[in-house]
């Protein structure tokens, strides 16, 4: 149960954090929804995620946004039920994060915690409402949270110009801690998908070692190789089995999606 708690939170957090690569279009528009099939050893059903993407106002602002659901589903429910949420309302230009929301359901244990980023005074102010505690973090310009990286990435990295081998790098908040999040680009493939055989760019983020990953680089990331670059599938090897997230459904995309015959 450990096992299937970390690797279907870490599994929802990656998610979010697809690396696709930037063009002079926003690869994405309002109104995008994505749902992903979460599986155990490619055959047990463990859950369901989706990601929304929404218009907002923040502090008379126009801000995008972004809804982020996961939770498990049929006998692994049973055994250990997940519910998340997350939301993020980012800039529409610089895709700077304002605003980040946790309200998970994880085997009995919850969070609720609201961060706003004031770039005044380079601090975030994660609002607990569970231990009703206030906790400051210094912060740089560059930070992103766990749902504006996927969507900064995708505008701000140029896929002609990324080599077999290069290493993305994005400075990430979460839980109140900043740490270095690692993509490495492993080239192009074609993967067959329920909608049919698509050309993608392949990634692998690197994760930490030990009790529920078998090595550092236990995780493989499909993205579409289209103007959307949105994940058409994960694998994450564990130390016991695997766990895999398919893309099941999709609708306002903002270009073309291409399916291979």
């Not at 993608?200 to 009790?211: S, T």
Request: glycine share 6%; hydrophobic share 40%; with cysteine.
């Amino acid at each position: 149960l450990f096992h299937m708690k970390k690797s279907l939170t870490i599994l929802f957090f990656i998610l979010g954090l697809n690396f696709p690569l930037a063009q002079a279009q926003n690869s994405f528009k309002t109104g995008e929804w994505l749902k992903f099939r979460m599986s155990y050893s490619g055959w047990v059903k463990a859950g369901y995620s989706t990601l929304h993407v929404k218009d907002a106002s923040y502090k008379n602002d126009s801000v995008y946004h972004v809804i982020g659901k996961g939770k498990t589903t049929g006998p692994i429910k049973w055994l250990y039920k997940v519910n998340d949420r997350f939301e993020s309302y980012f800039d529409k230009e610089s895709f700077k994060p304002f605003k980040f929301v946790r309200k998970t359901y994880e085997g009995g244990h919850t969070k609720n915690r609201i961060v706003e980023f004031d770039y005044n005074n380079n601090i975030a102010l994660t609002n607990d409402l569970k231990a009703k505690r206030i906790i400051k973090t210094p912060i740089g310009s560059d930070i992103q949270d766990m749902i504006s990286a996927y969507y900064f990435v995708r505008n701000n990295y140029k896929s002609e110009e990324i080599k077999i081998g290069e290493v993305i790098e994005l400075n990430m908040f979460f839980d109140n801690e900043i740490f270095k999040f690692k993509l490495k680009f492993l080239g192009h493939s074609k993967l067959k998908t329920k909608f049919g055989y698509v050309k993608c760019l392949k990634f692998r983020p690197y994760v930490m070692a030990g009790r529920v990953f078998k090595e550092e680089e236990s995780v493989t990331l499909w993205v579409s190789a289209d103007k959307n670059k949105i994940p058409l599938k994960i694998k994450a090897d564990l130390r016991v089995g695997s766990i895999v997230a398919d893309l099941e459904a999709f609708k306002g995309l903002s270009h073309p999606f291409k399916i291979q015959l």
